[in-house]
């Protein structure tokens, strides 16, 4: 799986990228010309103790890894985890993730409102 490593990518997905929220985690994307598509996740220690991060992570990695072929073009994501997504199951990112990548194309579905849960 590609993912985003360096900070100065993360940091051109948080401000150039389109910003989606829903009640589990933010999706910041950001279209790119590369050949395939990228995952940067930011999950706070605020959350959670380790075993709770790390879980939100793996979680995170599956959901992208079973869904990124749903994307229409290459983007570079980065999911920011809310308090919320501690203890929600794997079909909830699930449920939370499709809406958001199927809707990427349609300009009404990006700016920041909310998608249904």
Same mark, same amino acid.
């Given at each position: #799986?590609?993912?985003?490593?360096?900070?100065? %990518? @993360?940091?051109?997905?948080?401000? /150039? !990228?389109?910003?989606?929220? !829903? =009640?589990?985690? &933010?999706?910041? +994307?950001? *279209?790119?010309?590369? *050949? @395939? =598509?990228?995952?940067? #996740?930011? +999950? =706070?220690?605020? &959350?959670?103790?380790?075993?709770?991060?790390?879980? &939100?992570?793996? @979680?995170?990695?599956?959901?992208?890894?079973?869904?990124?072929?749903?994307?229409? =073009?290459?983007?570079?994501? +980065?999911?920011? $985890?809310?308090?919320?997504? $501690?203890?929600? *199951?794997? %079909?909830? @990112?699930? /449920? /939370?993730?499709?809406?958001?990548?199927?809707?990427? *194309? %349609?300009?009404?579905? &990006?700016?920041?409102?909310?998608?249904? /849960?």
């Amino acid at each position: #799986m590609e993912r985003l490593r360096c900070p100065r %990518a @993360y940091q051109r997905v948080f401000e /150039q !990228g389109e910003k989606l929220v !829903g =009640s589990l985690f &933010i999706l910041y +994307v950001l *279209p790119t010309s590369e *050949p @395939y =598509s990228r995952l940067g #996740m930011a +999950v =706070s220690k605020r &959350i959670g103790n380790a075993v709770v991060r790390n879980r &939100i992570k793996r @979680y995170l990695r599956e959901t992208f890894r079973r869904h990124k072929a749903f994307l229409l =073009s290459s983007c570079d994501l +980065v999911c920011v $985890a809310r308090r919320e997504a $501690a203890g929600a *199951p794997l %079909a909830l @990112y699930t /449920q /939370q993730f499709l809406p958001a990548v199927t809707a990427l *194309p %349609a300009p009404e579905a &990006i700016g920041g409102e909310e998608w249904s /849960q």
